[in-house]
């Protein structure tokens, strides 16, 4: 473990349940130890991390990219020390967690120095916390830009379909192609309705060299509380999917 605890980030295809095991992974990582302090980042730019765990936020990482690089024109500055400054006064603080987060992805132009400036300021900021759960953008676009790194475990979901199989198998590719500084990777099946659909996922999965570590089931209370705008976090103790990242929080913790 690194100095400042854990980073875990949870990856995949959109579409398969990131947000929803990111959001329960930090409930029921704060259920397990109390005493925890957790930063929660949502780099998905639909943001819906905040809404997941029922908290709002006012303005995010891009905007505060944005700002800096028009005012860089004009002035002068350690953009470093500034990006630390301005990413610590728009931190959300929730009791036991704080959430960061990222907005909306690169414009025109060039990012590349303030995107590797902006890294090292986050991976500083997480120092400071037990635990960092990262919800990262659909798809593999946070491995190919090094927008992800220094992780201690990346948690890859999956669900019943083959084409979130293959984003978790070329997730893998990308990773050891690029010497991505990822210590471990799971893969969890999310979203899984029968048994019988568990066992062809399985099957599916090694044939492809991947072995599911978890399987979380398809839970009817998810889609009801999205209608109705409410946070995930607070489904019930019993909901199927609750109990199944509880089971993974206590394996990994």
């Not at 790194?149 to 978790?168: C, F, R």
């Not at 019930?236 to 609750?242: K, L």
């Amino acid at each position: 473990m690194k100095a400042g605890g854990r980073v875990l980030s949870v990856s995949g295809k959109g579409g398969t349940g990131k947000t929803l095991i990111a959001a329960l992974l930090i409930r029921e990582i704060l259920a397990l130890r109390e005493d925890a302090c957790v930063l929660a980042v949502d780099a998905d730019a639909d943001a819906n991390l905040a809404d997941a765990l029922g908290v709002s936020f006012f303005k995010t990482v891009g905007d505060i990219r944005e700002e800096i690089l028009e005012r860089k024109h004009r002035e002068f500055f350690d953009l470093r020390t500034r990006f630390e400054a301005e990413i610590a006064s728009i931190l959300v603080e929730e009791r036991g967690f704080d959430l960061l987060v990222m907005g909306r992805p690169e414009g025109p132009g060039c990012y590349c120095p303030v995107n590797h400036i902006l890294r090292k300021a986050i991976d500083t900021l997480s120092q400071n916390y037990d635990y960092t759960v990262i919800d990262c953008e659909a798809g593999l676009e946070h491995l190919s830009r090094r927008t992800t790194q220094n992780v201690d475990l990346m948690i890859v979901v999956l669900d019943e379909t083959m084409k979130s199989i293959k984003t978790a198998v070329n997730l893998m590719k990308i990773a050891s192609e690029i010497d991505a500084e990822v210590e471990e990777m799971i893969f969890v099946a999310n979203k899984i309705t029968t048994e019988e659909a568990k066992e062809r996922v399985l099957l599916s999965a090694r044939r492809f060299g991947i072995e599911i570590a978890a399987f979380i089931p398809y839970d009817p209370l998810v889609a009801e509380y999205d209608i109705k705008g409410e946070p995930v976090v607070r489904l019930p103790e019993d909901a199927p999917s609750v109990r199944a990242v509880r089971e993974l929080v206590k394996r990994i913790i």
